[in-house]
């Protein structure tokens, strides 16, 4: 069992939905991170969580620390809201345990 | 300005051969590492560097080896290319400390044939 699951691994969506990621770990964690990666290959960071929830844009994300998960909502979605969507975890040392991503499809 | 950049983007190279890729930072970060990205587009980390100083070491071949002259630099030499070494390489940074953000670089993409 990996240290970070993430589902659903593939996503299929018609453009306007409201989408969820969610995430969960089995290891105790001092941050969270959501990421994006194109489909040209670059990743964007776009949060970082250690409780609560944070919003950018059409983008929410939110982490349950007692129950170790996170879940990355996307409002509106736009087909360039297509790409990867990795949640990773930061240990103690500095290591970053990432989940195998979330491949998002928005059909226009 | 770019915060973190990796030279070369596409590499293609034959077996046998040693290359370098080069990652720098304009951020001022402690910390650097590489990414191995898989054929299942799985991220594994390789190296974690801090201040200079190696924090991280997974279990990759003796055949990488990462060279940090600076905070600021963190090169990945690769000799003896097998084909198996063909992926996207990420570099990235962060601020020392638990709660912070990395930020990467575009990714290099090995080809070795």
């Known amino acids: 069992k990996n240290e970070v699951e993430q589902s659903p691994q593939n996503l299929t969506a018609q453009e306007g939905e409201f989408i969820t990621i969610n995430c969960s770990y089995s290891?105790?964690?001092?941050?969270l991170h959501w990421l994006q990666q194109h489909p040209g290959g670059g990743i964007v960071s776009l949060f970082m969580l250690s409780s609560g929830k944070k919003k950018h844009g059409r983008l929410i994300a939110t982490i349950n620390i007692q129950e170790k998960h996170s879940s990355l909502h996307i409002t509106a979605s736009h087909p360039r809201d297509s790409a990867v969507y990795i949640c990773?975890?930061?240990?103690?040392?500095?290591?970053?345990?990432w989940g195998a991503g979330t491949k998002l499809i928005i059909k226009p | 300005d770019t915060a973190v950049s990796q030279t070369p983007k596409y590499l293609v190279t034959q077996m046998g051969n040693d290359k370098s890729i080069k990652c720098e930072q304009n951020l001022g970060h402690d910390t650097m590492y590489w990414y191995k990205q898989d054929s299942k587009k799985f991220l594994k980390i390789m190296f974690s560097y801090n201040n200079k100083e190696l924090i991280i070491n997974e279990t990759v071949p003796n055949r990488f080896s990462p060279k940090s002259p600076d905070k600021a630099h963190l090169n990945l030499h690769i000799n003896s290319l097998e084909l198996g070494d063909s992926a996207v390489y990420f570099c990235?940074?962060?601020?020392?400390?638990?709660?912070?953000?990395?930020?990467f670089g575009q990714g290099t993409r090995l080809t070795v044939v």
């Open positions: 990773a975890v930061r240990s103690s040392n500095y290591q970053l345990i």
């Open positions: 290891v105790g964690i001092s941050a």
């Open positions: 990235a940074s962060s601020p020392q400390g638990k709660n912070t953000e990395a930020f």
